[in-house]
């Protein structure tokens, strides 16, 4: 069972899921951009070669935790995806990728305002569970 604030927590990090690859790409960008070399003369190399720059570049984004952070929120939504039959995902892309609120997916899906909620907790549970929050 999850408490009120895992809750919260769950619901916040799977509304920003459309979010995380533009996310994950600003951050490569940020590193890019922060040690981009002043002289581009130094970029030369021979086409069959990767450079130290290129190499370098790899490990920032291999050892970034913020990346690291981002790509494990994307695998976790997506194993949870993974795991979700038809109509638990319809509920996961209303709700969290188009935005509609509960009432709105009640009324769409025809169904009790407290079965949704029982539906979008069994999501969140699942979720956790992929997260490492729960066992």
Known sequence: MLSKANIVLLDSILSNYRHIPGRIARRKLEIET????????????KTNQINRRTEWLVTQFSSDIRIKSLENQQKAVENTLGTLDDDLKDLFYLHWVRGLSEDEIADLQGISKKNLNKKIVRILEIFAFEMGITS
């Open 34 to 45: 922060e040690h981009a070399p002043t002289d581009i003369n130094r970029q030369v190399t």
